[in-house]
């Protein structure tokens, strides 16, 4: 589950950010992620390696850096220490609507970034660098013969990738002045190293440096075969299926009991606000509120449940009964809305200044299908199990139950 968010650096600029949010249950700790030098949040090795983690229960908020992909500001005026700004930045706005970070993961220079983020984010718990330089002057060698121009004009441009960048002397200045061995050795963090012997962009004898520096405890795993930017899928699926399962030492990844009820649905809420998750058979899933009403929008609200229940309800119906009919039906859309309106056109209510309850359903169609055929199909639609029950008298029957009581 991806949601869009945004968050400010610390010029104020809107940098674009992607949460990835793990499905069915409740996020058991949180990751940030930097991408390599010059890409940004929607590589595709970045998404696998934030599923895998998904897979773990791992939330993963992934952004573009200043002035790149779709975040605001200029490429140019960036560099090494602002990179590690934008993390921290990042950072302040997990702990702030979800949760403080407890991994941070990075890909080429962003594996270096986090290292040296590591540093000044307490809630940090583990950090993992996926094909890191061992310092970040190791970057300059893209620039090849622009590197006397930069210094002499102080601003030139480069082609990295097939793409132009502005790097002005700032950029050089910034990342020549960078120990990442000394912040390494005072860092005291568990730390995972994975890289390709075959990495041509960065070679593996920084892995090597990287884990000399560090303190124990150390890993190190070799990505044999694999790419710099893990252009293979199977590569990046690996790295995160290898990063969950190590971090999983370090991490509190404590599982939620499993729900249980000899009903037909189970819906528990502990103490995370309004993030309720919700059983029914093999499925799990989670309702919430938005964060507007003080809820983490981990999941539909309960009115969008009960829409999602009527629009499933309504699609399946017309399915069954158009397939009998062996009628040209391909697709069905069913759009819906709930709100309040005010009850004077209702016939039966006693005060016309009351409101009532109103749901507004659409349903698109999709195929050769004659105006008798779509007429008769929205009768059917009002004839839906769950239109009935919603729109008909409903006994209720409840009872509350103490566990473990106190007193």
């Known amino acids: 589950m991806t949601q869009k968010v945004s968050f400010k650096n610390k010029q104020g600029e809107l940098l674009s950010a992607r949460l990835e949010l793990p499905l069915g249950q409740t996020p058991l700790s949180y990751a940030l992620f930097a991408h390599c030098f010059t890409c940004n949040k929607n590589l595709s090795a970045i998404r696998n390696i934030s599923r895998s983690l998904n897979q773990a229960g791992i939330a993963v908020l992934r952004f573009d850096f200043t002035g ?9 005026e960036t560099n090494y220490s602002s990179n590690v700004d934008d993390l921290l930045s990042a950072a302040s706005y997990l702990t702030e609507h979800y949760e403080s970070p407890s991994l941070l993961v990075g890909h080429s220079l ?34 090849g013969g622009s590197i006397d121009v930069i210094k002499r004009q102080e601003i030139a ?20 002045a960078q120990n990442l061995s000394d912040t390494l050795s005072n860092l005291k963090k568990p730390i995972l190293i994975l890289h390709s012997p075959q990495d041509r962009i960065v070679g593996i004898d920084n892995a090597s440096t ?22 293979d899928k199977q590569d990046s699926a690996y790295v995160g299926q290898m990063i969950a399962s190590w971090a999983a030492r370090y991490l509190d990844l404590k599982q939620a009991s499993l729900l249980e009820t000899s009903q037909q649905v189970v819906v528990r809420l502990g103490e995370q606000k309004y993030t309720t998750k919700i ?16 809820g983490q929008n981990l999941g539909p609200g309960p009115y969008e449940l009960l829409l999602s229940s009527l629009g499933a309800c309504t699609a399946m119906t017309l399915r069954m009964y158009a397939d009998r009919k062996k009628w040209d039906l391909k697709e069905i859309s069913v759009h819906l809305s709930h709100g309040k309106i005010y009850a004077e056109d209702c016939v039966d209510c ?6 009532i309850d109103h ?31 919603i729109s008909g008298e409903i006994s209720f029957t409840t009872e509350i139950k103490q566990v473990n009581p106190t007193i």
Do not use: M
Not at 210 to 231: C, E, N, R
């Open 68 to 76: 790149l992909g779709e975040s605001e500001g200029e490429f140019a």
């Open 110 to 143: 962003g594996g270096a970034a986090v290292i040296s983020a590591a540093a000044k984010i307490s809630s940090v718990q583990a950090v993992a660098t996926i094909g890191a330089p061992a310092s970040p002057a190791h970057v300059s060698h893209l620039f």
């Open 157 to 176: 441009e480069v082609n990295i990738g097939g793409r132009p960048f502005t790097i002005k002397k700032q950029f050089l200045d910034d990342i020549s």
């Open 210 to 231: 990287l884990y000399g520096a560090a303190f124990h405890p150390k890993s190190f795993v070799s990505l044999d075969g694999a790419d710099h930017l893990l252009s």
């Open 279 to 294: 059983r029914s058979g093999q499925h799990t899933w989670l309702a919430d509120e938005p964060v507007s009403l003080g």
């Open 350 to 355: 006693e005060k016309k200044s009351a409101k």
């Open 359 to 389: 749901i507004s359903r659409s349903i698109e169609v999709e195929g050769a299908l004659d105006d008798a055929q779509k007429k008769r199909l929205l009768e059917i639609a009002d004839r839906c199990p769950v239109h009935r029950t």
